[in-house]
């Protein structure tokens, strides 16, 4: 069993910055892959960066690539997701996933995903 637990959400202007956190523990095989989604009230969960964290891969969605960074801390079982230039448009519920990196892991397609972390809210306003 894996648990996640996110935090670092909040209220931003636009062109803000904030880093979520993404605090992990559990079967060590269970989180090699870890990812972020968000999800927007009305719209399909949407993959936006993973990472493998034992080669040291990641990967970033056409609509955050430039701005957004996954990394990991791997001594405190910690993901980060650094967020720069933040707008509206990003605003949505912000959680993490992890799994066993198998197929469409590095989309990050959330059927890739077994756990999940309750999630964080980040609301940019204009």
């Known amino acids: 069993q894996v648990r996640l637990v996110e935090s670092g959400g909040g209220s931003v202007q636009a062109g803000g910055s904030l880093r979520l956190s993404c605090t992990s523990s559990?079967?060590?095989?269970?989180?090699?892959?870890m990812a972020w989604f968000r999800q927007a009230p009305g719209k399909e969960r949407e993959g936006i960066a993973a990472?493998?964290?034992?080669?040291?891969?990641?990967t970033h969605a056409a609509s955050v690539k430039g701005r957004f960074t996954i990394s990991q801390d791997s001594a405190e079982k910690t993901v980060y997701l650094q967020m720069n230039n933040l707008k509206p448009e990003d605003t949505a519920m912000y959680y993490c996933?992890?799994?066993?990196?198998?197929?469409?892991?590095?989309?990050?397609?959330?059927?890739?995903?077994?756990?999940w972390g309750q999630g964080t809210q980040v609301t940019v306003s204009s």
């Open positions: 990472a493998h964290t034992t080669v040291g891969i990641t």
């Open positions: 559990g079967n060590d095989n269970d989180r090699v892959c």
């Open positions: 996933a992890s799994g066993v990196c198998g197929g469409g892991w590095s989309n990050p397609d959330p059927k890739a995903y077994n756990f």
